[in-house]
C-alpha cells in the first residue's frame, strides 16, 4: 500500500489549497482515510476522515473551513481548506485504516492516529499572515 500526498503550498491567510493523497495498492472506498497535520514542536493532531460509508468527520478547528471527499475512480481522497489561518501551517499527511468496511462507529477511532497502519510521505502547507 502506498499513499501519495500532494498540493501543498504557500497561501496567504483567508486562502485556500486543496490536498489530494493517491492511493495505490488498496482501494480507498473500503477503507477510512485520515488527514493528520503537525506543526514544529507539536504532536500530530488529527484533522479530518472519511470512512467506507462516506461519513466524514473533522476537529473542532477545522469544521466549516474544510472539507474532504473521495473520488473512487481516481482512487484518492481530497482535503479541501477554506479560510486557512496561519495556524493551520503544519505538514499534512495522509493515512489508510487497515480495516476492510470498518463499521466501527466511534469517532475517536477515525481521530486516533494508531488506527491507522499506512500513511502518506506529507506535504507542507504554510499559511502566512
Known amino acids: 500500500v502506498q499513499l501519495q500526498a500532494s498540493g501543498g503550498g504557500l497561501v496567504q491567510a483567508g486562502g485556500s489549497l486543496t490536498l489530494s493523497c493517491a492511493a495505490s495498492?488498496?482501494?480507498?472506498?473500503?477503507?477510512?482515510v485520515g488527514w493528520f497535520r503537525q506543526a514544529p514542536g507539536k504532536e500530530r493532531e488529527f484533522v479530518a476522515a472519511i470512512r467506507p460509508s462516506g461519513r466524514k468527520y473533522y476537529t473542532d478547528s477545522v469544521k466549516g473551513r474544510f472539507a474532504i471527499s473521495r473520488d473512487n475512480a481516481k482512487n484518492s481522497v481530497t482535503l479541501r481548506m477554506d479560510s486557512l489561518k496561519p495556524e493551520d501551517t503544519a505538514v499534512y499527511y495522509c493515512?489508510?485504516?487497515?480495516?476492510?468496511?470498518?463499521?466501527?462507529?466511534?469517532?475517536?477511532?477515525?481521530?486516533?492516529?494508531?488506527?491507522?497502519?499506512?500513511w502518506g510521505q506529507g506535504t507542507q502547507v504554510t499559511v502566512s499572515s
Open positions: 495498492g488498496r482501494q480507498v472506498f473500503n477503507y477510512a
Open positions: 493515512a489508510l485504516d487497515n480495516l476492510f468496511r470498518s463499521s466501527v462507529d466511534e469517532p475517536n477511532y477515525y481521530g486516533d492516529r494508531r488506527t491507522y497502519d499506512h
